[in-house]
Each structure stands twice: as structure tokens, then as C-alpha cells.
């Protein structure tokens, strides 16, 4: 794979990016995320973040919404209804985001 064919595929040029921090992964897989990544995610502890993997083998982190945050999010959605699983509304709604981050 060829740098420009990452970018291309997910617009992230790791060349061109910003180094927050390094950090160490110990021995049963744990890693600290720097507070600058906390503050850019807007995580507060305890909080959950997930783990995302590209086609081009990149991989991004995201912040995972509080159930607190998620609660509104059917009432908000113009598609929710009753017969709409809540994993079928959050896919749609991560796909829109993708998008409109594309």
C-alpha cells in the first residue's frame, strides 16, 4: 500500500499529522490515553472508547456515548419507531457521521 492510497481512502495522512503522545502498552494490554486525547474526545472517566479499523489497516479511536447521552437519540431521530432496533439506529447514524466527515 502506497501513502497516497491511505489517504485517499480515509483522508488521514499519518506524515502529516500531529504526534500527541507515546505511550506504553503493559503487559496485559492496557494503555493510558493521554490527557490531550481525553480532552479532544471529550471523555470524562469513566468512560468507554472504541476501537475502529480502516480497509487500509488504520486504526481510529472514538469516544462511545454515555447511555445518558444515547437516551435522546431515538426521540431525536426523525426515523425512530417502535419496530426500529436501537443497533440498526446507531449504524445509520455512525454511517451519516461518516459521511459527513468524509
Known amino acids: 500500500m502506497d501513502d497516497g492510497e491511505s489517504t485517499e ?9 500531529e504526534l500527541v503522545e507515546t505511550v506504553s ?32 489497516g488504520e486504526v481510529f479511536i472514538r469516544r462511545v456515548p454515555s447511555p445518558s447521552e444515547m437516551r435522546g437519540f431515538a ?3 426523525a426515523a425512530a419507531t417502535d419496530d426500529t ?12 457521521e461518516q459521511r459527513d466527515h468524509s
Open 85 to 96: 432496533p436501537a443497533s440498526e439506529l446507531l449504524r445509520a447514524k455512525r454511517n451519516s
Open 75 to 77: 426521540s431525536r431521530n
Open 9 to 17: 481512502t480515509t483522508g488521514f495522512d499519518p506524515d502529516n499529522a
Open 25 to 56: 502498552v503493559s503487559a496485559s494490554g492496557d494503555v493510558m490515553l493521554p490527557d490531550q486525547v481525553c480532552e479532544t474526545l471529550g471523555l470524562d472517566p469513566p468512560g468507554l472508547v472504541a476501537f475502529h479499523e480502516s480497509e487500509t
